[in-house]
């Protein structure tokens, strides 16, 4: 579960002492057992937030509690209890998928035993099992996107958030990651995904938070906010709780 409460981050702008807001008093919810979509525009502050809430950066102002735990008070409680996938994450090159997904458990100290038997899962989950032992350079989009998503999983976090997963991937490969999403949201995971990609929010997604201009605009149901809007389409609605912009 994840409840963002006022977020708000700036920036230095580069070559300037003024500052540059990326988000402000960012607020939503979600829950277990979800799918929630934090959708909005390039630049509006969803990598932002992501990152906030996965501990790798401190807000200026407002409170983060993810599975009970404070981001701020507690980040590695946070660290254990989440599985980040952040926007184009590389992958080790010289390691293979295995050791790329190995060493991740390492990090997160999971017992080798323990590991072992996970990663099998993960290889099955992820119809990984072709190119598993082999060296990550050379490997498709489809085939870096499912190491990466092995990884965030493979201490089995009750928390996943993932920074535009889809992006990059062909049609199967956006498929096959749309199921096991589903599969982690159905099994009580609490899933949250950033995307600017309206097919792929209306979907997935079982509760959608809209983010412009750094904030959050509207929060609801896809039916919620095409009743809110007034709009049947997710993007006429979109359009217009961002007040236009697209």
Do not use: W
């Amino acid at each position: 579960m994840i409840t963002a409460e006022r977020l708000g981050k700036s920036f230095k702008a580069r070559q300037s002492a003024q500052s540059v807001k990326a988000i402000d008093a960012v607020t939503f919810h979600a829950a277990d057992g979800q799918v929630t979509g934090l959708l909005g525009p390039n630049g509006a502050g969803k990598s932002t937030t992501l990152r906030i809430l996965a501990t790798l950066m401190k807000p200026d102002t407002g409170r983060a509690v993810i599975d009970g735990f404070d981001a701020m008070a507690d980040p590695l409680a946070v660290r254990r209890s989440i599985g980040f996938m952040p926007h184009e994450a590389g992958i080790y090159p010289r390691l293979t998928a295995r050791e790329n997904i190995q060493y991740y458990a390492n990090l997160c100290a999971v017992p080798k035993a323990t590991a072992k038997l996970r990663i099998t899962e993960l290889i099955d989950m992820l119809d990984m099992g072709a190119f598993i032992d082999r060296q990550a350079t050379g490997f498709s989009q489809g085939q870096k996107t499912k190491v990466a998503l092995a990884r965030a999983l493979v201490h089995q976090p009750q928390t996943l958030m993932l920074d535009e997963p889809t992006n990059g991937l062909d049609v199967i490969a956006t498929r096959g990651l749309r199921d096991i999403i589903r599969k982690l949201a159905a099994q009580g995971h609490c899933v949250l995904f950033s995307s600017h990609i309206m097919q792929e929010v209306a979907a997935l997604c079982d509760h959608i938070a809209i983010i412009a201009h750094g904030t959050i605009v509207m929060a609801d149901t896809v039916d919620g906010i095409r009743q809110q809007t007034g709009s049947q389409d997710l993007e006429d609605a979109f359009v217009v709780a961002t007040g236009g912009v697209v």
